[in-house]
């Protein structure tokens, strides 16, 4: 197993009767590992019955209870995300990972505020998931474009995760995490980097930020002061304009703030080889590797 999940990891679907979940447990089931690992449903309407032969139960609680859990990952429409959240972390699951997009911000500020002490991890909202390749995979990436190898990847945007991984077919990759790019949300650059730095699977890290806020510049200095693995990182958002928000709800460039050159020059002053050029990511990681 390398960082947050692995071939052994009991997961629930919380929303498993929706189109998009139901698309995505089917394809997740079929991955890897996928059949032993997907063993729950949650929907509180439909206890009792079944999806393609995974039981469908009305609560997280006893999701958890009859089959195991410990992981929950959410398709549960946006008004109604982060009350699902809320209930897997009352059910002490111990990773929760939310696709959702569109989630009200003032519902994350009261669940993130709920969480406090909590022992769930949140991944997400209005992220693509977490891959460990050849293992299980969580989400809505393509499964096929991961080979199992020693690279980390986290990413902030979803298709540059997938762009990355693309790039370092013949590398491969250790586990792939999209944390996704809401502005108030659960896992940090930061906090990722810290498993990466201390998984013995892991060789370096491929860091994909955006514009906006101060994650990537703070995860920059932690990585100059503790990361014993080389990174290579790339920002995406050079050419945004100032208080226009690109792609997701959290690239935005405020008060001057959360631009991509003042990310870049932040990375490159605390070690990190950065390009500026997303067709370079795998080529620059190789030639840290090959260092």
């Keep these: 197993m390398s960082i947050l999940i692995g071939k052994d990891t009991k997961v629930m679907t919380q929303g498993i009767t929706g189109k998009t979940g139901a698309f995505h447990t089917r394809l ?15 929907n509180p309407n439909k206890a009792g019955e079944s999806f393609e032969g995974i039981p469908i139960y009305g609560t997280v609680k006893e999701a958890k209870a009859q089959t195991g859990a410990t992981v929950s990952v959410i398709y549960v429409p946006p008004p109604l995300a982060a009350a ?12 929760v990972i939310c696709i959702t997009e569109g989630v009200p911000v003032r519902d994350m500020v009261a669940t993130r505020r709920r969480m406090q002490g909590r022992r769930t991890v949140l991944i997400g909202p209005n992220c693509p998931g977490v891959i460990t390749p050849d293992e299980i995979k969580i989400g809505i990436m393509p499964g096929h474009i991961h080979k ?3 690279v980390g990847v986290v990413s902030r945007s979803g298709t540059l995760t997938y762009e990355a991984v693309g790039q370092l077919s013949d590398v491969g990759q250790s586990t792939c995490v999209g944390i996704g790019g809401d502005p108030v949300n659960g896992l940090k650059h ?5 498993m990466f730095n201390e998984d013995p699977d892991t ?11 101060d994650d990537e510049e703070n995860c920059a200095r932690w990585i100059k002061d503790n990361m014993t693995k080389p990174v290579v990182g790339f920002i995406a958002g050079v050419t945004a304009p100032p208080g226009k928000r690109m792609g997701h709800a959290g690239a935005i460039i405020s ?6 050159q003042e990310k870049l020059a932040v990375m490159e002053e605390c070690g990190i080889k950065v390009t500026r050029n997303p067709a370079e990511m795998g080529r620059l990681l190789r030639s840290v590797l090959h260092a």
């Excluded at 930061?190 to 810290?194: A, E, F, G, K, L």
């Excluded at 008060?255 to 991509?260: D, E, I, L, W």
């Design 28 to 42: 997740c089931r079929d991955y890897a590992n996928g059949k032993s690992c997907f063993v729950a449903g949650v």
């Design 84 to 95: 699902a959240i809320d209930e897997a972390v009352d059910a002490e699951l111990d990773l």
């Design 148 to 150: 199992k190898g020693r």
């Design 190 to 194: 930061i906090d990722v980097m810290r």
């Design 203 to 213: 060789d370096a890290v491929i860091m994909v930020g955006e514009i906006g806020g």
């Design 255 to 260: 008060g001057g703030k959360g631009t991509a």
